[in-house]
């Protein structure tokens, strides 16, 4: 995947995100905001851990994106690294606050962050 099809992307509203349900198996996907830096999409999960697609990617992070009309590979991680973290919450209230009607404050402070690494593979 060239990265140069990704920053064509990058100011997209959403992205839709398929995790493999942990009790089911099954697909699910979800419509959400996002992140992009080099090869790895950033999110912010606003009900944390509770979050069922969170849930999913803890048990299989194995999992796919969905950019406009492309779908690609990855694995999705909880971002632990405190740096990361700081730059993942900052990257997406600068990109979302501006379009939103509300505060983003708290989701920036609250929200969990997951990086989804994507892959280089065709």
């Given at each position: 995947?060239?990265?140069?099809?990704?920053a064509?992307?990058?100011?997209?509203?959403?992205?839709?995100?398929?995790?493999?349900?942990?009790?089911?198996?099954l697909?699910?996907?979800?419509?959400?905001?996002f992140?992009?830096?080099?090869?790895t999409?950033?999110?912010?999960?606003?009900?944390?851990?509770?979050a069922?697609?969170?849930?999913?990617?803890?048990?299989?992070?194995?999992?796919?994106?969905?950019?406009?009309?492309?779908?690609?590979?990855?694995?999705?991680?909880?971002?632990?690294?405190?740096?990361?973290?700081?730059?993942?919450?900052?990257?997406?209230?600068?990109k979302?606050?501006?379009?939103?009607?509300?505060?983003?404050?708290?989701?920036?402070?609250?929200?969990?962050?997951?990086?989804?690494d994507?892959?280089?593979?065709p």
């Amino acid at each position: 995947m060239p990265a140069h099809d990704l920053a064509d992307v990058i100011g997209d509203d959403y992205c839709y995100l398929t995790t493999t349900g942990r009790r089911s198996g099954l697909p699910r996907e979800i419509e959400i905001w996002f992140g992009l830096e080099g090869l790895t999409l950033y999110l912010l999960a606003g009900s944390g851990e509770r979050a069922q697609w969170v849930r999913n990617l803890r048990t299989k992070p194995a999992v796919s994106v969905r950019l406009r009309d492309h779908t690609y590979r990855g694995r999705a991680r909880v971002v632990s690294d405190p740096v990361e973290d700081a730059a993942v919450r900052r990257m997406l209230v600068e990109k979302y606050q501006p379009r939103s009607s509300g505060d983003l404050a708290h989701w920036g402070k609250t929200a969990l962050p997951v990086a989804v690494d994507l892959s280089s593979d065709p």
